[in-house]
């Protein structure tokens, strides 16, 4: 993902985060209790369970065809938080690397211009 597009394709609603969930174990109505004629219980009563879900965030970006201009499926990545901010600690670690380059750089100009 090109973070560096990510506001204008938002503002353009090309592309942005969306909320999504999906059922990963279906719900189970309640059984009751069956009983014989001599209201012996035969089969216990199975109580009703409910749903599970998964909620997770995609990043979800509009596609087309460029030859045809034709809309294609959308292009989706789940994304966590860490994900996120980790991205974003390479990022500053890079800038951090590249300041201390610079600062270098200046040292060497710096005695260079000395000469």
């Not at 200046?106 to 005695?111: L, N």
């Given at each position: 993902m090109?973070?560096?597009k990510y506001a204008d394709k938002k503002s353009k609603s090309l592309?942005?985060?969306?909320k999504k969930s999906e059922i990963t174990k279906e719900?189970?109505?309640k059984v009751p209790a069956e009983k014989d004629e001599f209201d012996v219980v035969i089969k216990k009563e199975i109580p009703a369970i409910p749903e599970e879900k998964r909620e997770?965030?995609?990043y979800k970006e509009k596609r087309y065809n460029a030859e045809t201009g034709e809309a294609m499926d959308d292009s989706t990545k789940e994304w966590t938080l860490e994900?996120?901010?980790a991205e974003k600690?390479?990022?500053?670690?890079?800038m951090e690397?590249?300041?201390k380059q610079s600062d270098a750089l200046?040292?060497?100009?710096?005695?260079f211009k000395k000469l």
């Open positions: 090109d973070f560096l592309g942005g985060f969306e719900a189970v109505a997770y965030i995609i994900q996120l901010e600690a390479r990022y500053d670690k890079a690397d590249a300041k200046a040292v060497c100009i710096a005695d």
